[in-house]
């Protein structure tokens, strides 16, 4: 006759503790296509499940501070268009205020009411790409197909506009480099009517799909005291319940002028970070929308700021104060007042900081970028531990990071 | 902020003349404290950045300036710190947050922050001999030896600096001509003309 023998599930418990091994050592990156760029990370991993996470960094330092204390400040906008490469108009107009600010200079609403537009569109096409890719990273391939059809647009009317698709370096100090192109912003508003149309394509995809809610939702929760100790900022900051948006506290460039709201996300994990991107995008077409619709008319260059911005080409040509104006800017570069100013703008990845301490003259003495990206990714010592590998695709894709930035 | 109850509380505070936001110069000794305060009783729950800068004209050399930030009062606040040898008291255990701008301090300019819990390098890596923001580290960089010793040996490869006169597209020094960007043609130059 067989018996049957009762083991207990306390016993079953023991027996796997027995069988546990040693611990393994995982290296994740630099090149994998779920850590977005040249990021790694140093697992140590029990089984499946990550017991530490180290991140190393630096695979992509090119010394953009370094740079910058040897070119004067109109040669370095450039540069700013490869720190976060997927929105580089808002980088543009970032450095540009900051400048601004330290040379105490206003700008004309014309000019301020572009760069609130080139914001906007920046922040929808990083959000697009940040919410294809996530999808991606958790499985879902379609997704990526319908926000990069979008992005496609985005860059065709960035080209319109700037002359490039990808590195803009729209800016001036004191302005831009030029005005709107004929008809441009009839072009944008129809985009914006398509934009909507994909989010919500997105939405139906996403937001109630089973495998997307069990790899996101309760996945690496991210409370309120943490994201504010570990200096979160941007999208990140507020999915964990913090209504902090520079826009709105801190409005710069005539923010102040238009309505939006601010998503604020309840527990901070994988899936509230989602949503609040998802929000953010149709938020910035809110604005777009009003932008438009309320462009001012005049000068899209500040008028007193004679001895920063580059005189009219055609006065260039026929006057000789205004050609040796030229001569000097574009050899001496702008001239900065003595002094230091940190400026931080509300970038589609968190908030882009620069401090510039200048001695005078067209070079900056010290310029230091804080790079929100590089804060986003020093919390993943601390949320990482304790989520299965597999978690960690997720985790990153949620972050929404870009390594341009964060190794500057 | 508060300015007079935080000078009051910390007279050796000194403030500073700014354009943008309130700021102070710090006691080295103090700025654990300092910080400490101003989360706890003024509200800067979130440290925006921390930085140094290079001085080479003054002694102490290295300053470190950190950005504090009052996210329900959307209010900065800027702290000067001068190291004291080439040191200054780490805030990360206030701002966990700091942990990774500090190594970044350390990396580029040698500053040390006392307490760190993993005083490393973040951007370069750990054997890298110099501090490459301090002043006197030229722009192309020095020579240095591969990071990855078992490829070196094979490869002979090193960490070249940036080649930047005499590049392709970069102005000589020298005659006119020379001095313009161009492609690099070595058929004909100034002392072997174009036939």
Known sequence: MKTTKEISLGDIAARSEELR???????????????????????ELDGDKVVKCDPVIGYLHRGDEKIAENMTYNQFVPYTDRLDYLAPLANNVAYAIAVEKL??????????????????????????????????????????????????????????LTGARFTTSYTRIGGLTRDLPEGWLQRVENFCDGVLKTIDEVDRLLTRNGIFLERTEGIAPISKELALAYGLTGPNLRASGVPFDLRKDKPYSGYEKYEFDVPVGAKGDCFDRYLVRMEEVRQSVRILRQVIKTMPSGPWYAEEAKKIFLPPKAKVMTKMEELIQNFMLVTEGPQIPAGEVYFEAENPKGALGFYIVSNGGGVPYRLRIRGPSFVSLSILPAIVPGNFLTDIASILGSLDFVMGECDR | MDA??????FPQTETLASIDMPTFKVANAELVEVVRYLRDTQGFDLLADLCGVDWPQRTPRFGVVLHLLNTSKSEYVRLHVACEEDAVPSVSAIHPGANWHEREAYDMFGIRFIGHPDPRRILMWEA??????????????IEVPFPAADVAAVTGQKVEPAPMMGGPFVSGGGHMSNAEPQALDQSWNEEKPKS
């Open chain 1, 21 to 43: 091994g040693e611990n393994m050592t995982l290296n994740m990156g630099p090149s994998h296509p779920a850590t977005h760029g040249v990021l790694r990370l140093s697992l």
């Open chain 1, 103 to 160: 040379a105490g200079l206003k700008m004309p609403e014309r000019c301020e009411a572009i760069r609130v537009a080139c914001c906007e569109m920046a922040r929808i096409s990083s959000h697009l790409l940040g919410l294809g890719v996530y999808a991606m990273d958790t499985g879902a391939w379609t997704v990526f197909m319908y926000t990069f059809n979008e992005r496609e647009k985005l860059y065709t009317l960035f080209e319109e």
């Open chain 2, 4 to 9: 007079a109850a935080f000078t009051q509380k």
């Open chain 2, 128 to 141: 890298y001999p110099y501090h490459p923001l301090r002043k006197e580290f030229p722009l192309a960089g």
